[in-house]
């Protein structure tokens, strides 16, 4: 099993950052890779950028290139996704997720655990 926390989010100014971290704990042993994702009201769940664990290697969606980074402390376990340059239509809730096998990093369904998720909301 593995356990997921997330923190930071919250409401922030249009413009503005913020910082999501999720540690993970249990058999992390296993990281294959750990993602963040959103998801809006009435909108389904949607990719924002993943890590290779062991490599690095980052992936992201082209919606938030330029704007957000992901990174990882391996040993923290955590993976953080720094926001800058939010935007109204960030608004959304967050979730962090990890995953122990192969397959592309962006498809939801690849991944093993969750965060609870965390709540961005940008106004405007």
């Known amino acids: 099993q593995v356990q997921l926390v997330q923190s930071g989010g919250g409401l922030v100014q249009a413009g503005g950052s913020l910082r999501l971290s999720c540690a993970a704990s249990?058999?992390?042993?296993?990281?294959?890779?750990m993602g963040w994702f959103r998801q809006a009201p009435g909108k389904e769940r949607e990719f924002l950028a993943a890590i290779a664990w062991s490599a690095g290697t980052t992936y992201y969606a082209d919606f938030v290139k330029g704007r957000f980074t992901i990174s990882r402390d391996i040993g923290k376990n955590t993976v953080y996704l720094q926001m800058n340059s939010l935007k109204p239509e960030d608004t959304a809730v967050y979730y962090c997720?990890?995953?122990?096998?192969?397959?592309?990093?962006?498809?939801?369904?690849?991944?093993?655990?969750w965060g609870q998720g965390t709540q961005v909301t940008v106004s405007s």
């Open positions: 249990g058999r992390t042993f296993s990281t294959r890779a």
């Open positions: 997720a990890f995953k122990y096998n192969s397959g592309p990093p962006m498809e939801a369904n690849g991944y093993n655990y």
